[in-house]
């Protein structure tokens, strides 16, 4: 299958008041995944909806729909699939915390929830850094902690100072004396073949012995990992053909020296670098072809790079991290991945915060004991209304359950079945939220009540199917307002609900008010995304009205 058609999308039609990634067909379940030929195909289903987890969780949250592409599939019955899921599991800390799945039909939906740093001060996901490090002999790409440890190092020094080079010491062997004796031997113009070296690998020391025929090949794959590794963990040297122990080197043919030396600056001119410091030099590297003589024939050659310490941060190829902006999943820049890595300028996400909570606690002071508050007021004018929800701002209530005696009766009959709760009114949540106004909107009401999700009402005063887009676009920002600026950390989602109320007076009763185009009919959320505890109801309280 060609990568285009697997190309993750946005799902515009969804009811859902979220963000929906489609990552296409997809096939599930563990049996059914083993059994698949195309192990290329596979490979990429993975990297899809690791691409897709990975831009929800570092977007806000959202939805994964994936098109089940075997059939009869059942997911009580056929599970996920072992490389799926070990491949999730080496991303997300825990991932029930952050995942949900859930099978509709033929469709297979993720439920991702955002990403919070609070316990691993990370910011953001990333699939792979692509920053790599030396350690000892091994070459390894930077975990997450690794990678955070490292860049806030280099921060903090504004581009590293350079460990001093002193002159090994006589009497004890440590790192710089393979080190000092790797230099010696990268300054040689000549080696004989099958010739025993004097070190061996090392922190700073690096041989590869790679077939003549695949030299190029090899020396393309593997290059950005070392000068990555050697550049961020102060410098050192690889060695290409030398075998263990001893020179062998590698022949001419069909390796042009010079096109070989090209293709390596190439290379490393490609690796994307990031500076803390104000210099921002280049990669400083020398390349060299030591000759071999086998009893005075010249035999072949090793390539032999040294690459000096590097002020700042070098990478492999940029690094795998994605987010969703302007509609798309996009890759982050090497840039925006940086300062997002690095920890929060503590005075911007200040002010993002202070902005939000402004428009947000306008309406009403919250008190913390509201929950169990009832409206004395509300109760006396409007007898019917049932116990243990709260009716906020109160004057607004009245003013609305008045002027709409539909409404009272409405939210009586749909609240019914709620637990205890809060109800909170406004003329407009859109223009809280900063969003348009709409001027076919009666009102909105959020519900905030244990057991249940959250559930934005919008009562309209015209039928017009159009109108639900107005509800799903406030319900999802509001989501994404408490995630985001408002640091909601658990599991969230705000179901849309819209209502046609008629203006007619003499029409208005309780049987025609009615739900228009229920769109929350059609959505289903997992469990754990009702509000389970008072505690996250008051949390939630306490989110939408900080002081
Ligand atoms: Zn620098």
């Known amino acids: ?4 058609e697997m190309k993750i999308r946005i799902d515009q039609k969804t009811n859902y008041a979220e963000l929906v990634l489609d990552v296409g067909r997809v096939t599930l379940g563990e049996e059914n995944r083993k059994k698949m030929k195309d192990c290329q195909l596979r490979k990429k289903q993975n990297e899809n909806i690791l691409q897709a987890m990975i831009a929800l969780l570092n977007s806000g949250g959202g939805v994964i729909k994936a098109e089940v592409e075997n059939e009869n599939y059942s997911y009580p019955k056929d599970g996920i699939g072992l490389d799926l899921e070990s491949s999730i599991g080496n991303i997300l800390p825990s991932v029930c915390k ?16 955002s990403w919070s740093s609070e316990t691993s001060g990370l910011r953001i996901v990333t699939l792979r850094s692509n920053l790599y490090k030396r350690d000892v002999t091994c070459t390894n790409i930077m975990d997450a902690t690794a990678t955070l440890e490292f860049l806030a190092d ?9 460990r001093l080079k002193l002159p090994p010491k006589q009497d004890v062997q440590e790192e710089s004396n393979v080190e000092a004796l790797a230099d010696d031997f990268f300054n040689r113009t000549q080696l004989r073949y099958r010739e025993k070296l004097r070190f061996t690998e090392s922190t700073h020391v690096e041989m590869k012995a790679f077939s003549t025929e695949k030299l190029l090949q090899r020396i393309k794959e593997s290059l950005p990992q070392y000068v990555s590794a050697f550049s961020n963990t102060d410098g050192g040297y690889l060695f290409i053909g030398l075998n263990g122990d001893e020179v062998i080197g590698f022949k001419r043919k069909g390796n042009d020296l010079n096109k070989l030396a090209s293709e390596i600056e190439k290379s490393i001119k490609k690796l994307p670098v990031y500076h803390f410091c104000k210099e921002k030099k280049e990669i ?31 990478f492999a190829k940029k690094p795998e991290s994605w987010h969703v902006e302007d509609k798309h999943v996009q890759q982050f820049t090497t840039d925006e991945w940086i300062s997002n890595m690095l920890p929060a300028n503590p005075d911007f996400s200040g002010s993002e915060k202070t902005i939000f909570q402004q428009r947000i606690s306008s309406p009403i ?53 709620v637990g205890p709760g809060t109800v909170i009114f406004s003329r407009s949540w859109s223009l809280l939220l900063g969003l348009q106004e709409n001027q076919n909107v009666i009102c909105d009401a959020l519900l905030i009540a244990q057991g249940h999700p959250l559930v934005l009402y919008t009562f309209f005063r015209v039928l017009n199917k159009e109108l639900t887009g107005y509800s799903l676009q406030a319900a999802f920002t509001l989501k994404h307002e408490l995630v985001k600026m408002g640091g909601y950390t658990g599991k969230v989602c705000v179901v849309p609900k819209t209502f046609y109320l008629s203006e007619d007076p003499s029409t208005l009763t309780e049987d025609n008010a009615s739900s228009f185009h229920d769109i929350s009919a059609q959505i289903f959320y997992p469990e754990s995304y009702n509000l389970e505890t008072t505690q996250t109801v008051g949390y939630l309280n306490e989110v939408l009205y900080k002081a």
């Open 1 to 4: 299958m060609a990568t285009q």
């Open 98 to 113: 952050y995942l949900d799945f859930m099978q509709q039909g033929k469709y297979f939906l993720i439920f991702v929830k």
């Open 154 to 162: 280099k921060n903090k020094s504004k581009g590293r100072s350079y």
């Open 284 to 314: 400083n590297y020398s390349c060299k072809f030591l000759e071999v003589y086998d009893e005075g024939h010249l035999c072949g050659y090793v390539c032999a790079l040294k690459i000096e310490p590097f002020c700042c941060v070098v």
């Open 365 to 417: 002071p919250y008190s913390r004991s509201v929950s169990n508050l009832e409206n004395e007021q509300l109760r006396h004018h409007f007898p019917g209304m049932p116990q243990g929800k709260r009716y906020v701002p109160e004057a607004l209530c009245e003013e609305l359950f008045s002027q709409h005696k539909g409404l009272a009766q409405l939210i009586c009959k749909e609240m019914g079945s």
